[in-house]
């Protein structure tokens, strides 16, 4: 059995081969993206390269893709870019969505986290103003995908622009930008193998965008700054990579199937939708997330509770609360996640690991159930 298991791929994944490759290649070109030199043309070359991998990966336009410095960046652009005051955005948005718009009308979801598209639907018809909607593509914490086409097809017919968060789903499913009726899609690097600190945001030819970064004329006058070129040169190769999407619905399913088996009274939290094949959302009867999230570790197992983007901090899950799941059994919910390098083993390894946990929390809380 492996020592250590990776299993929080939603959170970062491991920087694939040809992302390293990539990026140390472009470590060692000399000269600025903006410069007319031999330098300067190599440097564009690499960023130029890079954009049309990550344009084939969304079923983009090259010229549609502007390199940022990651999803939340991208996001914060595309909410306050488009110059609609009215924002509208689903109840379990990552917080750099939220809390871009910070005003924003919220559309709620079903139990399963699924946006209610007759809510959707009232709320653009309730507007005397055109608005923005933004809709997740794909949830980080549960991995339910979201019907962001009929959310473009609800929205076109008021008048609305979308924009879509697919930075959990890019690498994993099949993500064409126009064909979800798009106007602004944003991506992550870290999120399929490659680099932290560069991301994408994809505006649909034509869309309104005004950018909120003085400067110099980077990115078609969209983002200002020189570009970070060998953090693009290691997203473009990691997109080119990822293009075939993840096989990992079985290693995902084995593990639901072992982990259910162990404790019957465990609730896998979007179950009944359609849900990435990599994430799996589960609650443990009587264990709080930090507590199995501090003991996995220990044992070499590496996992998150909810979201990884709170400061190291195990907060209550705005997502499991949208869900309608009560603060108590949101409260034991951990999320795994696979990705491009999982392998059995490591799965193997977090099964056992659980039950031993769950079996020895179970047997410590008899003899006070037989007192009481």
């Not at 996640?337 to 039950?355: D, K, P, Q």
Request: hydrophobic share 45%; aromatic share 2%.
């Amino acid at each position: 059995m492996v020592a250590f298991a990776y299993l929080d791929h939603n959170a970062t994944s491991p920087l694939r081969p040809a992302a390293f490759a990539a990026m140390t290649e472009a470590l060692g070109v000399i000269g600025n993206p903006s410069s007319v030199h031999a330098g300067g043309r190599k440097a564009r070359a690499l960023v130029e390269g890079a954009r049309r991998e990550v344009a084939i990966l969304v079923g983009a336009l090259p010229a549609e893709v502007v390199f940022t410095s990651g999803g939340t960046e991208a996001n914060c652009m595309a909410i306050t870019g488009t110059g609609r005051r009215r924002v509208l955005v689903s109840a379990i948005e990552h917080d750099s969505v939220s809390s871009a718009a910070a005003d924003a009308e919220r559309v709620p979801v079903d139990c399963e986290g699924v946006i209610d598209l007759a809510a959707l639907e009232r709320l653009l018809a309730s507007g005397d103003e055109p608005a923005l909607v933004s809709v997740m593509l794909a949830n980080n914490e549960t991995g339910v995908v979201q019907p962001v086409a009929e959310v473009s097809r609800l929205a076109r017919k008021a008048g609305a622009l979308v924009h879509c968060d697919a930075v959990q789903a890019v690498g994993k499913i099949a993500v064409d930008v126009h064909g979800l009726g798009v106007d602004y899609l944003t991506l992550s690097a870290h999120k399929l193998g490659g680099p932290t600190g560069v991301g994408a945001l994809v505006v649909r030819d034509g869309a309104p965008f005004a950018s909120d970064r003085r400067g110099g004329g980077q990115e078609a006058r969209r983002r200002a700054g020189t570009e970070n070129v060998s953090g693009i040169a290691g997203f473009g190769a990691a997109a080119g990579e990822a293009v075939n999407g993840l096989a990992v619905g079985d290693l995902r399913d084995r593990l639901e199937a072992a982990l259910l088996a162990t404790a019957v009274d465990a609730r896998i939290f979007g179950a009944g939708a359609t849900r990435l094949c990599n994430t799996t959302c589960i609650s443990m009867p009587g264990v709080r997330a930090e507590t199995q999230v501090m003991a996995l570790d220990l044992a070499g197992v590496c996992v998150s509770a909810g979201a990884a983007c709170s400061s190291g901090k195990v907060q209550r899950s705005a997502v499991l609360a949208a869900m309608d799941v009560q603060d108590a059994v949101a409260g034991t919910a951990i999320r795994i996640s696979l990705g491009w390098n999982s392998r059995t083993e490591e799965i193997e390894r977090l099964i056992a690991v659980w039950r031993d946990l769950y079996v020895r929390v179970s047997q410590s809380d008899m003899p006070r159930a037989r007192a009481a």
